[in-house]
């Protein structure tokens, strides 16, 4: 969205300015119009899922990238679910491989990503623990979380706990310290980028690719591109079964979308930022 680290625009973002005219992907609402080949849905149907350009008052999406929406979320709720979502389930599904009775560390954990693989976690049987800001303590507890550690006040690779799993959404410890928390065969996996780098951004994970080989832990990056209709089923599923719910920090009309960006990107939010069109009886979209 920013530009930043500059390798993404080689990356087919854009090299002098954005390639995507209208931001946002998230999506939930009610389906408009479909084309010929359309089966699975319909004209009315209530969807949530992927698009290009949400931040709009239509929008554009493939069948593959759309599920009728949880019966039990507020199109608002159900906007705030797939990327973060199902970031979190491919981390630490897919990625983490994580197994009931497990101790897994989110870090993190207050924040979109965060607070879907506390959910999650908890739902794959683990023992969780999250890590915030004295401030978000509270929340992290409250969504399902066995233990939460405050940062500020100390420090989870102390020595004192060992974790199976820890996922990373926070981009600014060291390789070498998040690996003192994991067990000697545990899984580290990293969410997305990192602060700084205005050039490349992405240190971490290259070192973690040609660490791992070398170590019994295993050092894996996620970057979830891909938001299959299947992860996004395995969602639904699991919020209508009230085992995941969306937290939603605030809530912007679309008029005032440069201001959830804003506040998202000072990392103030706890959970999720939408925004709402048409008053926000209808549809929401998230950065």
Not at 30 to 36: L, P, W
Not at 167 to 172: E, Q, S, V
Request: hydrophobic fraction near 40%; include cysteine; charged fraction near 25%.
């Amino acid at each position: 969205m920013t530009g930043r680290p500059y390798v993404m625009r080689l990356m087919g973002f854009g090299l002098r300015r954005p390639k995507a005219r209208i931001r946002g992907t998230d999506v939930a609402g009610r389906v408009e119009a479909v084309g010929k080949g359309v089966a699975s849905l319909q004209p009315g149907d209530e969807v949530f899922g992927d698009c290009n350009g949400s931040f709009a008052e239509y929008a554009c999406a493939r069948e593959d990238k759309l599920v009728r929406k949880p019966a039990n979320l507020t199109f608002e709720q159900a906007a705030a679910v797939p990327d973060s979502g199902v970031t979190a389930l491919q981390g630490l599904r897919d990625v983490g491989g994580v197994k009931p009775g497990q101790k897994v560390l989110i870090i993190g954990a207050a924040g979109g990503i965060g607070t879907f693989a506390v959910q999650i976690a908890k739902s794959f049987g683990a023992q969780v623990t999250g890590v915030c800001s004295t401030t978000k303590t509270d929340l992290v507890r409250s969504i399902g979380a066995d233990h939460a550690i405050d940062y500020t006040r100390e420090d989870f690779a102390s020595g004192r706990q060992r974790y199976d799993v820890i996922l990373d959404t926070a981009g600014n410890r060291s390789l070498s310290h998040l690996r003192r928390a994991l067990t000697p065969q545990g899984t580290l996996v990293i969410i997305g980028g990192e602060g700084g780098g205005q050039w490349f951004g992405m240190g971490r994970q290259l070192r973690a690719f040609v660490l791992s080989p070398f170590v019994g832990q295993k050092l894996h990056s996620l970057f979830s591109l891909e938001r299959p209709k299947k992860d996004l089923q395995f969602l639904k599923e699991l919020v209508e079964a009230g085992k995941v719910t969306p937290v939603i920090d605030r809530t912007y009309r679309l008029s005032e979308v440069p201001a959830p960006i804003r506040h998202w990107e000072a990392g103030h939010a706890r959970g999720k930022v939408v925004v709402t069109v048409a008053g926000g009886s209808d549809v929401g979209r998230t950065p």
